[in-house]
């Protein structure tokens, strides 16, 4: 017999909060508001069966989207090159597609020296 452990409201709380960090504090540095706007409205990062997420899934969908933020963050402040860290982005972006998370970036779509006003008049969002 195996035993699942439920996740908690709290958890769940918390990923919703993660998600809410990444578009008013991480995603500005990148995109335009219009952009994000955008992004929100096509349900980007909505966790369709959070509740369902047993203690070890949300876990996973926590350390990923933390990971995911903290590389951004640091790109956001730094002109140093990122690549190092593009496998890491990736295999977190996975995670959250494990879970039907969409979360359909690369590490290159966030480089600041593309023009992201360039992504907000387009009639399709970049993905």
Known sequence: MKVVTASTPEQQLY???LINKL???IFPAFFSEEYITKLKEFNLMDV???KELN???IMEVTAAIQT???ILEELSKSEEEMDGYAGAFHKNASIL???QIDFPFQL???KTDVNTEEFAN???LYM
Do not use: G, H, M, R
């Open 15 to 17: 990923v919703k909060e």
């Open 23 to 25: 578009y008013e504090t």
């Open 48 to 50: 369709p069966n959070l």
């Open 55 to 57: 203690l070890i899934e």
């Open 68 to 70: 995911i933020s903290t």
């Open 97 to 99: 597609s494990k879970y």
């Open 108 to 110: 290159v779509d966030f």
């Open 122 to 124: 387009q009639n399709t």
